[in-house]
């Protein structure tokens, strides 16, 4: 099992920068992608950006410039810096972790932005 806790969302303006942390514990060994997703009120949780086990990085296309995907393997965390805040970023972030194939999720961090 994991457990993964998500932090350091809050109200921003725009413009503004926040960086999420997740926080990785349990049987951490075998970890394979670790992926930030958001879900507004209304919408489909959507793919943010993810990072591989060999440190490869993919982000969404409306992130792309802006937010960053990083981890601290000594820490078990997985940061998402996001820069140039939008009120569309406005949504609760998840970090996802696929270890062995199976997908843990943490509870989500609100981030809203104000125009």
């Known amino acids: 099992q994991v457990q993964l806790v998500e932090s350091g969302g809050g109200l921003v303006q725009a413009g503004g920068s926040l960086r999420l942390s997740c926080v990785a514990s349990?049987?951490?060994?075998?970890?394979?992608?670790m992926r930030w997703y958001r879900q507004a009120p209304g919408n489909e949780r959507e793919l943010v950006a993810g990072?591989?086990?060999?440190?490869?990085?993919a982000y969404a296309d409306f992130v792309k410039g802006r937010f960053t995907i990083s981890r601290d393997k000594a820490k078990n965390t997985v940061y998402l810096q996001m820069n140039s805040l939008l009120p569309e970023d406005t949504a609760v972030y998840y970090c996802?972790?696929?270890?062995?194939?199976?997908?843990?999720w943490g509870l989500g961090t609100q981030v809203i932005v104000s125009s």
């Open positions: 349990g049987s951490t060994i075998g970890i394979n992608t």
């Open positions: 990072l591989s086990s060999g440190d490869s990085t």
């Open positions: 996802n972790f696929d270890v062995y194939g199976y997908d843990y």
